[in-house]
């Protein structure tokens, strides 16, 4: 079963320099993007809405799932994601 452990999180291709991303497709097409960075509803170690570049650094996350953007998603959240559609 994928979790957020599982994801590889790349720059950002919008903010290449203070964002980054990740997406995961499930077997049912449905897709989730987690984004954390400047501008966007996370926090990092340099605050809310800054500029990060490591996944370490992030404690909540901005997600879009089915078309919906949920903010400030903890990891144990995006996992509740995870586990109610695989």
């Known amino acids: ?3 957020f452990k599982n994801l590889v999180f ?7 320099e203070k964002a980054i991303m990740a997406k995961y497709m499930f077997d049912n097409g449905k897709v989730i993007s987690i984004v954390a960075g400047e501008g966007l509803y996370s926090n990092g170690k340099s605050g809310l809405r800054e500029a990060v570049d490591n996944p370490l650094d992030v ?3 901005e997600v ?3 078309g919906e953007v949920e903010g400030f998603c903890t990891r144990e959240r995006i996992n509740e994601i995870f586990k109610a559609n695989q």
């Open 1 to 3: 079963m994928a979790q």
């Open 10 to 16: 790349v720059s950002h291709p919008m903010n290449p």
């Open 59 to 61: 404690s909540s996350f």
């Open 64 to 66: 879009m799932f089915d």
